[in-house]
């Protein structure tokens, strides 16, 4: 038991600081990397708790693919320079409001939705948690996920999916005038497509049209 | 005490698994140089040792005595930090390949999760040590493998899939005795070739070493880097290479079975079989290194958003219809 709170504590501890390390540290790339740090740990005390699977998938989707399109976009950003200019400049102060009364919103439907949530009953029925203890935590997670919360699940997906289309339509444009190379057309060139051997009269030449 | 105990019990598994896999990642550098030097007609390194076997460990103690040069404008912590986590990386995934029914280091339920989360960790290093060497050609590099990585990362999620679909379960031993009776590589050859590609892409191999493209790039992300920190990287590369030959062989080509289960064939033990199919795995990739041009850079993403992604998801359904069809399900 010592041993896990240790782990437990340090996880914690770790997660905490990097938090407030994302919000505190001046260079926004430090602040992607701590964040990264926040992920990891999180996943560490997921593991902790006995949800691996969960813990896994946090690596994977969030550190594993999120974090980097983060990172990337922040480091072609050179966003520290520019945070400072939008400090010092006067729009500063008309969008903080907003951004308060955005993320005031988003708390408060935060609140309703969680405690508005019912939890499926016998999940946390006793004499049936010693049945649920023999299955693998992946394969619990999916007896659940896809049979009684079925709808949950799809309508979420749903939602993913037309988000992916929607911020796909929002940044294609087509341009005009842009050279691409077809690689199909490239292979399938022939030698009679790009060499003729012509008959050259002495002191004549030959008259090339293309 | 107690925990003492403990303690000392898991370094001294630790270190046994951990120094044949740096020792072995030293021979297979020399291997790999081997290949292609004989693919190209060279003898390739062959002095150091008998055949030249201990070329690489001459190279890096040299490389630990070299002066390690940090650039005066990089950014210090991560520039440091980056070997150190492609290295860290490489290495502690090897703590749930099994290798043989009981000899695993932690035989955890989600086993191939772990394996690709730590797989999919990997692009930090190259990221970090591009973006902290300040410096046009390691970003350029970093940015490169960043975008590659996440982007061959997806086929091979999907992949995994498909042989998840077959076995039922997420545990790697599991993965090895589902295949008993079949070798994988047998029903989803084509994900094999896929996984293979897909291989080469995630470990920046040739032909899709874009990331380090010396012709372009100089070495890509490696370029700042010098002595032990550069030896790291490398290391650190050749160590992932191995781990996705272990994949490989543990998805398809059934981990530490013996190819027939007959009397010859069962009295070499399990972990031999395994290693050999991590080396026929890896002479492949030499293979291909001295065989294959370099990919440009749109060809690779084509490939990867829009002939790989399409064609695992497709083979997803049908193996799903398959085994629903026939009732082959594995349920337990």
Redo the contacts between chains.
């Keep these: 038991m010592i041993a896990h709170s240790i782990f437990f504590y340090t996880f914690s501890f770790i997660a905490i600081i990097s938090a407030v390390m994302v919000t505190v540290s001046k260079n926004t790339v430090h602040s992607v990397f701590f964040l990264i740090l926040d992920f990891i740990s999180i996943s560490c005390l997921f593991i902790m708790i006995g949800a691996e699977f969960l813990g896994m998938i946090m690596l994977i989707v969030y550190v594993g693919a999120v974090a980097v399109l983060f990172l990337f976009v922040v480091m072609m950003l050179n966003v520290a320079q520019q945070r400072n200019q939008w400090f010092a400049s006067e729009s500063s102060s008309k969008h903080i409001p907003v951004g308060l009364i955005i993320s005031t919103l988003i708390f408060v439907e935060l609140i309703i939705v969680i405690g508005g949530w019912k939890y499926k009953p016998d999940l946390f029925d006793i004499n049936n948690s010693s049945q649920l203890a023999k299955v693998s935590n992946t394969h619990s997670l999916g007896q659940v996920l896809y049979t009684d919360y079925i709808h949950v699940f799809q309508i979420s997906g749903m939602i993913l999916l037309v988000a992916m289309i929607g911020a796909i339509v929002l940044t294609f444009r087509k341009r005009e005038g842009v050279k691409t190379q077809s690689y199909i057309s490239q292979i399938s060139r022939e030698r009679s497509d790009g060499v003729s051997v012509l008959k050259v009269e002495s002191k004549k030449g030959v008259k090339i049209d293309d | 005490m107690e925990?003492l105990g403990i303690l000392f019990d898991q370094v001294y598994k630790i270190l046994f698994l951990l120094v044949p896999v740096l020792l072995s990642v030293a021979m297979v550098v020399w291997l790999d140089r081997r290949v292609w030097a004989f693919v190209q007609k060279r003898k390739g390194p062959n002095v150091v040792g008998p055949f030249g076997l201990l070329q690489t460990i001459a190279d890096a103690l040299k490389y630990i005595f070299k002066e390690i040069i940090i650039p005066s404008s990089s950014?210090k912590v991560?520039f440091i930090l980056a070997p150190i986590v492609t290295m860290t990386l490489a290495l502690i995934a090897w703590a749930v390949i099994p290798f043989s029914a009981t000899q695993v280091l932690a035989d955890?339920?989600?086993g191939i999760?772990?394996l690709?989360?730590v797989s999919?960790?990997g692009?930090?290093g190259i990221?970090?040590g591009g973006?902290a060497s300040n410096s046009k050609y390691p970003?350029l590099g970093?940015?490169r493998s960043?975008?590659q990585?996440?982007s061959y990362?997806v086929s091979i999620?999907v992949i995994i899939i498909n042989v998840l679909l077959c076995v039922g379960?997420?545990n790697l031993n599991d993965i090895v005795i589902a295949q008993q009776n079949l070798w994988f590589i047998i029903p989803l050859f084509p994900m094999f070739v896929i996984f293979f590609i897909s291989a080469l892409a995630e470990t920046n191999r040739p032909p899709f070493d874009l990331p380090e493209a010396e012709a372009e790039l100089v070495a890509g992300y490696q370029t700042e880097y010098s002595g032990m920190m550069y030896a790291m990287f490398w290391l650190g590369e050749y160590a992932n290479i191995l781990l996705m030959c272990a994949m490989g062989a543990i998805l398809f080509l059934g981990g530490w079975l013996s190819p027939l289960e007959i009397y010859p064939f069962t009295l070499v033990p399990g972990p031999i079989w395994l290693v050999l199919k991590i080396l026929l795995l890896f002479l492949l990739f030499a293979l291909v290194k001295a065989i294959v041009p370099r990919y440009r850079y749109?060809?690779l993403m084509?490939l990867g958003w829009k002939v790989f992604l399409p064609l695992s998801l497709i083979w997803v359904v049908f193996t799903a219809s398959y085994l629903f069809y026939f009732n082959l399900l594995p349920v337990?």
Excluded: T
């Design positions: 925990y950014n991560i955890i339920n989600v999760l772990y690709f989360a999919s960790l692009v930090y990221i970090m973006w970003f970093a940015i960043a975008a990585m996440v990362e999620g379960s997420l749109d060809q084509k337990n």
